[in-house]
């Protein structure tokens, strides 16, 4: 089996449930705590073994590509400064991993981000994920779903259980029976109909089998091209795909404000310089 060394990582989308703050700043550029969203998720990647990240993006996505680019003055100017932690820090993040920026084909679906970078993932499996959604673990979840397919050999698409009154917000997973793979993908089944808890949380390991899936898959709801649907097919026709549970962590989307805060507040109670202060302030002013 060939090793993985490259993701695919969707950053196109508009942001609009953040207007305005995303008027002029990617979503992916906002912050958790400190560090931009698509920070953690490249972070993440890295640390699971991946080489090459593929950025998939658009015309106003500039600020994004800029931040993993080396700031020359920015830093001169710590340099200058004596803040020399601070400068290696700055200096880590353009050597992370190669990226590469690939401009998102003008449909719509997170199907499209894929058939945009296929060329560069000709005939490898890759990982792909979205670049507003992360995952908190002990062991990067990429790792996690990288040991699966070195033991399988299959595609691998990530999960995580939700409560099963909330089950009718998502896409569950059906399992075949007595196994990890996936036999079918139920949108927003009603919760006495779901056939588990489990979600689709769009992280996958996927190869040129998908790709060519895709390539035959019609448009779907609202006239997108979803990645789902391809998989689906592809396990219709005879393919196998495992699927993988966090473990030890939890699956984290900042897609709208509200998941958005509640992301920042988690990641800032593991810091250790500010939670206790922060968690003085929420019981002063909130737990009365």
């Known amino acids: 089996m060939k090793k993985i060394k490259k993701a695919i990582v969707a950053v196109a989308g508009s942001g609009t449930r953040f207007l305005p703050a995303t008027k002029s700043m990617p979503k992916e550029m906002l912050p958790i705590v400190d560090k931009p969203i698509i920070q953690y998720v490249v972070e993440e990647l890295v640390e699971g073994g991946i080489e090459d990240i593929i950025l998939v993006t658009r015309w106003d996505k500039k600020p994004l590509e800029d931040h993993f680019d080396h700031n020359w003055a920015l830093v001169n100017d710590l340099d200058n400064s004596g803040k020399t932690e601070l400068r290696e820090e700055m200096q880590k993040i353009s050597r992370m991993a190669n990226f590469i920026y690939v401009r998102q084909l003008p449909e719509y679906g997170n199907g499209v981000p894929v058939l945009s970078a296929a060329s560069i993932v000709k005939d490898?499996?890759?990982?792909?994920?979205n670049g507003?959604?992360?995952v908190?673990?002990?062991?990067?979840?990429?790792?996690?779903?990288?040991?699966?397919?070195?033991?399988?050999?299959n595609m691998v698409m990530g999960t995580q259980e939700v409560p099963k009154e909330?089950?009718?917000?998502?896409?569950i997973l059906k399992l075949k029976?007595?196994?990890?793979?996936?036999?079918?993908?139920?949108?927003?089944?009603?919760v006495e109909e779901a056939p588990s808890q489990m979600?689709?949380?769009?992280?996958f390991i996927l190869n040129q089998d998908v790709v060519n899936a895709l390539k035959r898959t019609s448009l779907g709801k609202g006239n997108e091209?979803?990645?789902?649907?391809?998989?689906?097919?592809?396990v219709d026709e005879g393919g196998t795909v495992n699927v993988k549970q966090i473990e030890n962590g939890e699956w984290l989307t900042t897609g709208d404000p509200l998941n958005f805060l509640i992301a920042n507040l988690k990641f800032a109670m593991d810091r250790e310089d500010i939670s206790d202060e922060l968690k003085d302030f929420i019981n002063k002013n909130y737990c009365k």
């Open 124 to 129: 490898e499996p890759f990982v792909f994920c």
């Open 132 to 134: 507003d959604d992360v």
């Open 136 to 153: 908190r673990s002990e062991v990067p979840f990429t790792k996690q779903m990288i040991d699966v397919y070195n033991e399988t050999g």
């Open 166 to 171: 909330e089950t009718y917000k998502y896409g």
């Open 177 to 190: 029976e007595g196994t990890s793979e996936l036999e079918s993908i139920i949108e927003k089944p009603k």
């Open 199 to 203: 979600v689709n949380i769009g992280r």
């Open 225 to 234: 091209l979803w990645l789902v649907d391809a998989v689906t097919k592809y």
